[in-house]
């Protein structure tokens, strides 16, 4: 009878949390493409342009409080008349995500950094590109209207370095990375909004790093000769989500 007892509290613990799990969680992957670049209070690398680059990676959703972001059949309809007011419902959810993403930016007039030219004679510009794997813990603030969520997200993330290259070539990153090491983690903030439809979801967020892409890197006559201390990640993104 105790064993019978406690399968049956089982049963019922595991068939609760599968309904709370049916009906606060979403589970879904994403994709996209970023505008990145490096920020700089560097003399002498200072011109530095946007890259293209691209995110994708999977996603999952929790409806904190409200109704906006749950899903059609959770709340029992209501008769209500029908007016503007009555057709909104608010919520706030939260959105982690694992998502791996490439950044950096084109640093043009390279060889202007002494330290640079030494790998290369004939080096102008100097593409920059990092592989990045990215966790944002996105908070979203939802207003629905009929069928349709727009929100507003806010988020921290933390960021690891995976690897990279420079100009195409991952054997002139090593090199560089060799010499002067770059962080492996990076630690930002990101903003952004966007519009969710059913098993859609439409974002546009811009991600502000806040950790320098490279170590100090110090000498006894030298206080930094590091070229990439100065800089800092940033990057524009739009990518859609589906939710299974």
């Known amino acids: 009878m105790k064993y019978a007892a406690k399968l049956s509290a089982l049963i019922i613990t595991l068939l609760c ?3 709370l799990v049916n009906a606060q969680f979403r589970f879904g992957v994403k994709a996209g493409g970023t505008v990145s670049t490096l920020t700089t209070t560097s003399l002498v690398l200072e011109d530095i342009d946007a890259t293209l680059n691209y995110q994708a990676g999977a996603m999952v959703q929790y409806n904190i409080v409200g109704s906006a972001f749950k899903t059609e059949g959770v709340t029992p309809k209501k008769v209500r008349v029908k007016n503007f007011w009555n057709s909104l419902s608010f919520g706030l959810a939260v959105q982690p995500e694992l998502l791996l993403s490439t950044k950096g930016g084109n640093i043009r007039d390279a060889d202007a950094s002494s330290y640079l030219r030494v790998y290369d004679d004939d080096l102008e510009d100097l593409k920059y590109t990092s592989y990045n794997i990215n966790l944002p813990l996105n908070i979203l603030f939802g207003v629905k209207y009929k069928k349709v969520v727009y929100y ?3 988020s921290p993330y933390v960021s690891y370095l995976a690897g990279g290259q420079m100009n195409g070539d991952k ?4 090199s560089i990375d060799g010499e002067f090491r770059f962080n492996r983690f990076d630690f930002g903030l990101s903003y952004g909004g ?4 059913n098993h859609f979801q439409l974002a546009v967020s ?3 790093g806040l950790i320098e892409i490279g170590q100090k ?4 006559l030298n206080g930094n000769y ?3 201390f100065l ?3 940033r990057s524009l993104n739009v990518s859609l989500g589906y939710f299974f």
């Open 17 to 19: 949390f599968s309904n």
């Open 152 to 154: 507003l997200l806010g």
């Open 171 to 174: 054997t002139l990153f090593s």
């Open 194 to 197: 966007g519009v969710q439809f």
């Open 206 to 208: 811009y991600d502000y």
């Open 217 to 220: 890197t110090t000498t006894d």
């Open 226 to 228: 590091n070229p990439f």
């Open 231 to 233: 800089m800092n990640n």
